[in-house]
């Protein structure tokens, strides 16, 4: 996969999940989250700046021993990693000051703003009963100690307020997230159940489609057993018998679609035996003698007998879907009377199509290929390949269904 289709991928992703993004040269570089970290970090760089100091220059000033500077670099180290760390790391730096408050001699009792800080995280990061019993005891020996050593109501006041106003930005934040990241379930589960909505409507109308086409296919069946009894024109005999056969067939794609809306058929991308080479080739004969009791002139050939090789469900529901979507086109799109030839040989692991037939004037101009759109789109997903065209008056075809995995053709990115 190239840089571009994997910058592509991410974008979706990230629309996908209600993000915006941070581009560069139009591509996407950096994700919310990361994002969030470096707006954490610069703000915490703030904090420590506003911190450690005065705190380091009221050490230095007083030459304090190892124990203060040891506390002074745990908490920075801990402010630094709050934006790595914020669930843990929050609890840590408020955990730090609140050592550091009733040991007067350290001289780091005034560390507040990242304190805030951590609180915001806290509140942002973990469940509000958490924060709000971090925040109460914090707040209470805050108040105690302070105003034990006459530090001040006003004080006090001050740092609550600071506290308290970076706990009310992490919850509005949190709680931001919090409905945002509800609303995108509730589209999912909206999304989800209209898919349900629909899959049983399909299944539906596809029960009630299969019940009344196959109890009319079974009449129509019923009906030329009756006549062939009868029928002594060897004529009739055989056009009763191709409607017989075509409406067996019919009800048996039926049966075949209603398994799969059901799944209680075999995987579609499991192996058939070897046995599906004798069912294309009666599907091939039944349907070149039908062509030819249309009045058409062809057939259709094998160059050589099939090889010992398995194909997937799903490659030959599609191959056979795609061999009635051709002789439907040459009976729909072959003046009366002209040629067609379809040819199928295995080349490396491919099941090759090589179909020709004769274009009329008209169909030149009429032909909308959208059929033919449809299973190129199916048969490149599978790793396989289709072209048409028309030269003068003879319409040419060729497709590659993939029989072997070894043959699909591996990426180049």
């Known amino acids: 996969m190239s840089t571009r289709q994997l910058c592509q991928r991410f974008r979706q992703q990230f629309k996908s999940q209600g993000y915006g993004e941070i581009l560069l040269f139009g591509?996407?570089?950096?994700?919310?989250?990361?994002?969030?970290?470096?707006?954490?970090?610069?703000?915490?760089?703030?904090?420590?700046?506003a911190d450690c100091y005065p705190a380091a220059t009221g050490l230095a000033d007083d030459q304090s021993g190892p124990i203060a500077w040891i506390l002074l670099v745990m908490y920075?180290?801990?402010?630094?990693?709050?934006?790595?760390?914020?669930?843990?790391?929050?609890?840590?730096?408020?955990?730090?000051?609140?050592?550091?408050?009733?040991l007067p001699w350290t001289h780091l009792e005034d560390l507040t703003f990242g304190c805030a800080l951590a609180f915001a995280a806290l509140y942002y990061c973990l469940p509000t009963w958490i924060g709000l019993a971090v925040q109460v005891a914090f707040t209470a020996e805050f108040a105690?100690?302070?105003?034990?050593?006459?530090?001040?109501?006003?004080?006090?006041?001050?740092?609550?307020?600071?506290?308290?106003a970076s706990s009310v930005i992490g919850y509005t934040y949190r709680r931001q997230r919090l409905n945002e990241q509800n609303k995108r379930n509730a589209e999912l589960l909206h999304q989800a159940e209209a898919s349900i909505a629909r899959t049983e409507r399909d299944l539906s109308l596809a029960r009630n489609l299969h019940d009344t086409l196959t109890n009319d296919l079974a009449s129509i069946s019923m009906l030329c057993g009756t006549l062939l009894l009868d029928c002594k024109d060897p004529e009739q005999r055989r056009t009763l018998r191709a409607i017989d056969d075509t409406s067996r067939e019919a009800m048996q794609c039926a049966h075949h679609v209603i398994d799969v809306l059901r799944n209680t058929g075999e995987s579609r991308t499991a192996s058939m035996s070897d046995a599906w080479q004798n069912s294309l080739r009666e599907l091939l004969d039944r349907q070149a003698r039908h062509l030819t009791a249309c009045g058409y002139h062809g057939a259709a050939t094998f160059e050589h007998n099939f090889e010992q090789m398995p194909i997937r469900q799903d490659v030959y529901d599609e191959l056979a879907s795609f061999t009635i979507e051709l002789f439907a086109n040459i009976e729909h799109h072959c003046p009366n009377g002209g040629d067609f030839s379809i040819r199928y040989r295995i080349e490396h692991g491919r099941l090759v199509i090589v179909q020709t037939n004769t274009a009329g004037e008209d169909d030149r101009h009429t032909r909308s290929c959208r059929g033919l759109a449809l299973h190129r789109r199916i048969i490149?997903?599978?790793g396989g390949e289709l072209t048409y065209a028309t030269d003068e008056d003879v319409w040419m075809l060729r497709a590659a269904f993939v029989l072997s995995p070894a043959a699909v053709p591996r990426s180049r990115h």
């Open 27 to 49: 591509q996407p570089v950096m994700t919310p989250a990361t994002g969030q970290r470096l707006f954490l970090a610069a703000v915490m760089a703030v904090c420590l700046v």
């Open 76 to 102: 920075a180290c801990a402010c630094a990693l709050l934006p790595l760390m914020p669930q843990w790391m929050s609890i840590g730096v408020i955990a730090l000051t609140a050592i550091c408050i009733p």
């Open 144 to 164: 105690i100690y302070h105003v034990f050593w006459g530090r001040g109501t006003a004080f006090v006041i001050i740092g609550i307020i600071l506290q308290v």
């Open 380 to 382: 490149e997903s599978m």
